[in-house]
């Protein structure tokens, strides 16, 4: 019997697990654990909820929400509230993700060992190196996203030259193509930057969790299992993307169809105004019921996507069929609650 520990996300095969062994990981993982990846994902749901909330409020302040017609909003203002409400929004965002991505790699680690777990058990996992991936979390992401925010602000800064440089009516075309053509080229090579340096890092979560590795060793870890996966990883990746995008299809259409066959009913029935909103209410808290549903299992997908490449890619890169000899287990400080 094997001594490697995450055998369960492992292929049946000699060769790297292919894209179709990761889909089949990740749905028997999400249907026989469903509750448990559905708990993990309440958080991060809440706190996009918050963000929301931030941003909604910070239009009520700059006076865009509600709309006054005839009246024209200080787009200075607008700018000023904008840019704090996105400041707030992302301090808790950070943090609740950090531990949420953390926690998931947790339980599915738990998972591929073939052990039960909680979602308290892995958020205390998580928690008890919040600083840890926290920095690991702004790591990935500048490393992944960092040339995307130069560019946008490169762009911006550009943008406002030439505004400033000729007014908003007075800017020679051919100018204005050109920056146009460098602006797409920059932002679609950062962009494709950004894809592969997502298939290089995508790992590290697993990796510091699994073998206790601080942000930027996970991060390396991380480069060096994609080795020869990265096209696999990627297929994986955009049928899970294509997954997603029908079954979000099918709750716009399933959502549009139902609303008017209630406003069908409504309208043959004769209904009163108060149960026209009590049926919107109910209708509307189901729709954002199933968007919930979906994000929460989007991200995890996704997640346990990048999982089951980690233990699938470990013990060949590390060049053992029985797994690495240290790394992993309480002995080394692995996948234990903190």
Known sequence: MSAYPYAGFTSTTPWPISASEILSRVWNTLRGNLKLFLGLGVAPALCGLLTLGILFGALFAAGVLPPHPGLTPNP???AAWVFLAVILGCIPSIIVFAL???????????????????????????????????????????????????????????ALLITFAHGNDSVPPAALLAFIAVAALFYFASMAYAIW????????FPASVAENLPAVAALKRSAQLSYKVKGTLFLALILI??????????????????????????????????????????????????????????????LLCFTVIYCD??????????????????????????
């Open 76 to 78: 200075a203002v607008i």
């Open 100 to 158: 949420y991505m953390a926690a998931t790699a947790f339980a599915a680690l738990r998972t591929a060992e073939g052990r039960k777990t909680t979602v308290g058990e892995a958020y205390a996992a998580a928690r008890g190196k919040t600083g840890r991936y926290i920095g690991l979390a702004l790591l990935q992401y500048l490393c992944i996203c960092g040339p995307i925010l130069a560019v946008e602000l490169l762009l911006g800064g550009g």
């Open 197 to 204: 340096m997502g298939l290089r890092l995508g790992m590290a």
């Open 241 to 302: 993307y294509l997954i997603s995008y029908v079954a979000m299809f099918v709750i716009e259409i399933g959502g549009a169809a139902v609303g008017a066959v209630a406003v069908l009913v409504f309208t043959l029935l004769h209904l009163g105004t108060a149960v026209g909103i009590a049926i919107a209410i109910v209708l509307g808290s189901i729709f954002v019921a199933a968007l919930f549903l979906y994000s929460i299992l989007m991200w995890a997908a996704f």
């Open 313 to 338: 890619q470990r013990p060949r890169i590390d060049g053992t069929s029985d797994g690495p000899a240290t790394g992993f287990g309480p002995a080394s400080g692995g996948i234990v609650p903190a």
